[in-house]
């Protein structure tokens, strides 16, 4: 084995042949099986829990009568992968196999969680071998879920003894309630009552189907990231669980999944053989499924990372994290469409984030939009997208980035209608159809918080109404007023520039723009153009109109006037001092030094404070957060304290990261944010960052120089 090694990588698994991987670079990877270790076939059987068979038994219970034919009629085969295929010659198809002994193993080891009048019931059925779940509810009759309907397996009611009797044949529920069977895919979801006893009990039967990815083998192929949305039950984990095998088998590529329920790679130490020789890394605890993400691609050195649901912010950010790293991406996310992950605020930055900008008015006439704008953020985690609408059918994004500007303009984005064709005849033909996606007439709305929303035509969206919570929103302390709103005299301001801003700050109500000087209660210049045309000042001293002077015409300056128009800041309100009759020029200083946070730093602080709002404070759990350099790490540090929480520093210079401790911060003197001195206060990043909203003017709308 020493000899073998080297010049390659060595991947030990627990029970699994060990094999080296090439990394010369410029060289393909190549696979290297390092001896035929018999252990795998054993551990099977010793792994196996409470005498069940392991799946590669031979021995399929004469109880399912009925075999399928040799070939499903989608061209895929159901089941069990064996270890044995030890010709590890790169670019091997897969074939679409029989029936497999194995299969009907593990569909019996499904079976064993019922009682044994469900279970010969079951056997009856006809379609007993597409079983996709059972339901069990505490006084209910017991439900079978099949492609084709649902069906009662018998009249009666499901009792304690029954659940029972199914937990015991289980592993222990993990966090997320979800358990599995040794040896298998199948995935059992507890429901409980308020007492955390297990009332109902959702049984689903996992399998790995050869052939699924055959709809999207291109893309597989192609090297790209690949996002999979679909609803729930569609099929994306058992898709997924096939595209680690392929890329892992036939690809040669290094494939670990990040397995948070255990769904992909079966429950037990030992993979499914399902997975190919992709490797697989359990997550300890469903909050943790973020930084195991970051860990496979730090200890692993992964060319592909399988991602299952990747359903929160944290482990979208890690998806991106990862994306930036340079490693393959292939996950899947609850949705519909595309558009349902960009509605989705913690899902967002997958397709790389929306924001809303303000253009021009040249700009808004030549691209005949309005003013503000939603735009994409950047470049997305993933390279194409794949819609699931069905197990035979399927939509295919190409360009993720294109889809996603598309819709965003209200435009219809191109993609690729491919079905897999069910008659037998054709079996596993693949229609392509490109189409293009025809969107409705609707309105988009973004909103800042609860009491500043704003709402903007985008244009032809789809039949919905979209809400994009931005991520950066200006908070103000300014309680909404019913006077009447202060009328501010531009002079070589955008007027535009300014009611945006005001509507941004929630304070659209407050600010109005008005053409005529003898009505104003105060003029906003640019500093510039008062020097070169001193006329302005005579005609404020006439109207005796305070000036406000601003240097550029920054998201920064204009938000800094607004507030000391308004006497937020410094300035008292401008009705008062227009009373005193004292014109003057107020000038809006910058900030100085104008320090504007990148967009790793807003992620970092982003990652911060939803560690300490979704996990730290109300889990009392410490988070580890991703690496970081020491200036960002610097950062967060002060964010963890500006909670009054400790943090810790570990790692590697190189490697140097934060940890959030569920500790209270001793320190007298904390920098807490005015308004946020309670730990439970939901933290603005915007505020965090100097308290001035000059640090946001990234995140906001930038205005034409
Ligand atoms: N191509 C297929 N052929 C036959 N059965 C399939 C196929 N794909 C999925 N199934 C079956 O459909 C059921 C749901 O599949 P799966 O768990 O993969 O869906 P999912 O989209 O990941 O669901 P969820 O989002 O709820 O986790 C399972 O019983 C699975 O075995």
New binding site residues.
């Given amino acids: 084995m020493m000899e073998a090694l080297n010049g390659h990588l060595l991947l030990l698994d627990l029970h699994r042949v060990p094999s080296a991987f090439t990394y010369l670079r410029g060289a393909s990877s190549r696979h290297l099986l390092l001896s035929q270790h018999p252990g795998a076939r054993r551990c099977s059987a010793s792994a196996s829990r409470r005498g069940v068979p392991p799946p590669s038994s031979a021995a399929s219970p004469p109880s399912l009568l009925r075999r399928p034919a040799e070939r ?1 009629s ?1 061209g ?1 085969g ?1 089941g069990f992968f064996g270890d044995g295929d030890r010709a590890l010659s790169a670019g091997t198809t897969s074939t679409s196999r029989a029936w497999p002994a194995a299969a009907d193993g593990e569909l019996e080891l499904f079976l064993e969680l019922l009682p044994p009048r469900m279970r010969a019931e079951l056997r009856r059925h006809g379609e007993v071998r ?4 059972v339901v069990m509810d505490l006084g209910r009759k017991p439900i079978a879920r099949f ?1 084709s309907g649902d069906w009662v397996i018998s009249d009666q009611a499901i009792g304690v003894e029954d659940l029972r009797h199914a937990i015991s044949k289980v592993g222990d529920f993990s966090e997320d309630n979800r358990s599995g069977i040794n040896n298998s ?1 199948h ?1 059992i979801s507890a429901i409980r009552n308020r007492k955390l006893q297990v009332i109902g009990l959702t049984c ?4 790995a ?1 050869s ?2 990815t055959e709809m999207i083998r291109d893309l597989v192929a192609g090297g790209g990231s690949i996002l999979i949305i ?12 096939e595209i680690a095998r392929m890329l892992a088998d036939e690809h040669m590529k290094r494939v670990v999944i990040v397995d948070t329920s255990n ?1 992909i790679g079966g429950d037990g130490d030992v993979p499914h053989p399902g997975i190919g020789r992709a490797r697989r890394m359990q997550v300890p605890n469903v909050n943790l499924q973020h930084n195991i993400m970051i860990e496979a691609v730090e200890n692993h050195m992964p060319e592909v990372i399988i991602i ?2 990747i359903g929160t912010d944290l482990e979208a950010m890690a998806a991106s994290t990862i994306a930036q790293r340079g490693v393959r991406l292939v996950g ?1 996310a ?1 949705g519909v469409t595309i558009e349902s992950i960009m509605k989705n605020p913690s899902l967002q930055i997958l397709v790389g984030g929306i924001e809303s900008v303000t253009l021009g008015d040249d700009e808004a006439r030549r691209r005949k939009v309005q003013k503000t704008v939603l735009e994409r953020k950047g470049p997305p985690t993933f390279t194409c997208a794949v819609e ?1 609408i069905s ?2 059918e399927c939509r295919v994004h190409h360009k993720l980035e294109e889809t996603v500007d598309a819709i965003l303009a209200g435009k219809s984005p191109l993609f690729e209608v491919r079905k897999m064709d069910a008659r037998p005849a054709d079996s596993g033909s693949l229609i392509q159809i490109p189409e293009r996606h025809i969107l409705d007439n609707s309105l988009i709305n973004f909103s800042e918080n609860k009491d500043s929303e704003t709402e903007t035509t985008v244009g032809d969206l789809e039949d919905t109404t979209m809400q994009i919570k931005k991520g950066n929103a200006i908070k103000t302390e300014l309680t909404s007023s019913k006077r009447s709103p202060i009328r501010v005299y531009v002079y070589k301001v955008l007027e535009a520039d300014l009611l945006q801003v005001a509507k941004v700050m929630g304070l659209e109500n407050e600010i109005d723009v008005t053409d005529d000087i003898g009505n104003a209660n105060a003029i906003l210049a640019l500093n510039s153009e008062m020097k070169q045309n001193p006329w302005i000042r005579s005609v404020a001293k006439f109207h005796k109109l305070p000036v406000f002077v601003i240097k550029s015409n920054t998201m920064a300056q204009m938000v800094k006037a607004a507030r000391m128009i308004l006497g937020m800041d410094a300035f008292g309100p401008v009705r008062m001092e227009t009373e005193n009759s004292q014109a003057k020029d107020i000038e809006i200083e910058d900030d100085a030094p104008e320090r504007r946070p990148s967009l790793e730093e807003l992620d970092a602080l982003e990652e911060v404070r939803m560690a300490i709002e979704y996990i730290v404070i109300p889990g009392g759990e410490p988070v580890e957060l991703l690496p970081r350099c020491s200036e960002i790490i610097a950062r967060q540090l002060e964010l963890v304290e500006s909670y009054q929480l400790a943090a810790e520093k570990s790692g590697t210079e190189l490697n140097s990261r934060l940890q959030i401790l569920p500790l209270k911060l001793n320190k007298k003197s904390s920098p807490v944010k005015q308004g946020q001195s309670n730990s439970n206060t939901q933290m603005d990043i915007s505020s965090f960052l100097g308290g001035n909203a000059g640090d946001t003017v990234d995140r906001l709308p930038l205005l034409p120089e």
């Fill in positions: 499903s989608l895929r159901v597409e079983l996709v779940e492609p895919l995935r689903r039967v996992g399998r189907v052939g699924s679909g609803p729930p039950g569609v099929g994306k984990t058992t898709l997924i669980r769904e299952d649901e899947t609850h699931m197990k035979t």
